[in-house]
């Protein structure tokens, strides 16, 4: 899977919009990007993932660049509860049969400020 | 629906004793990872089950093991404990075909003394 950087922490104001970016300049052609979230002492949670056009969710929009090395996602209207570190992971989507693992980098560590 | 089960939630084990911790997936997934987490290493892929067929495993010694039964439960044990295993271990359940990722518990944290 191809290796992504992200900031490692990064503040924002309550009711303001979020946007976490993430560079994945290794991206193959059917790797998808996907972000995940974990909020303190819970497992990670699915946010949103997309190939190369633009995707949105009750949860976020995931912007991708159109050469596909960097995406960003935005978090519309930050709440408190969105406090949590954001990993950007680059997979293959679906089954891909011996590939069945998210490889997670360090992640950004988002704080949402009142 | 019910989400992903991961027991016990809390487990504190000696160094050198033996540790089994259970994973219930989500209704209908038959894929179940494994992940540790530590703050040093961050998270870290286990191994991978489906139709109780180990067909993914990261790079752990073998000291860390796992199956899965026929219901799709899953089970991982680790032997011969030490400090350096204190985790929160977490369970990840998928359909066999699926875009939207994995579905994770909430852990189970264990500390080696």
């Known amino acids: 899977d191809a290796k992504t950087t992200q900031p490692t922490s990064m503040d924002c104001a309550e009711g303001r919009a979020a946007n976490l970016p993430c560079n994945h300049s290794t991206i193959s052609g059917n790797e998808y990007v996907y972000w995940y979230r974990q909020i303190h002492s819970q497992g990670p949670q699915y946010i949103i993932h997309g190939l190369k056009n633009n995707e949105t969710n009750e949860m976020a929009s995931l912007i991708i660049t159109e050469d596909r090395k960097s995406s960003t996602l935005i978090l519309p209207h930050a709440t408190l509860r969105d406090t949590a570190v954001y990993y950007c992971?680059?997979?293959?989507?679906?089954?891909?049969?011996?590939?069945?693992?998210?490889?997670f980098g360090t992640g950004t560590r988002l704080t949402i400020i009142p | 629906k019910a989400g992903v089960t991961q027991t016990p939630r809390y487990l504190i084990k000696t160094r050198g004793q033996q540790v089994t911790l259970s994973c219930s997936p989500i209704s209908g997934h038959r894929s179940v990872s494994w992940y540790q987490q530590t703050p040093g290493q961050g998270l870290q892929f286990l191994f991978e089950y489906f139709s109780e067929t180990q067909r993914n495993k990261g790079n752990f010694p073998g000291r860390f093991s796992g199956r899965q039964f026929s219901n799709s439960r899953s089970e991982m044990n680790v032997s011969t404990l030490e400090l350096g295993d204190s985790a929160l271990y977490l369970c990840?359940?998928?359909?066999?075909?699926?875009?939207?990722?994995?579905?994770f518990g909430s852990g189970t944290r264990l500390t080696v003394v």
């Open positions: 990840a359940s998928s359909l066999e075909v699926s875009n939207y990722g994995y579905t």
């Open positions: 992971i680059v997979r293959v989507a679906g089954v891909d049969f011996g590939n069945e693992k998210l490889t």
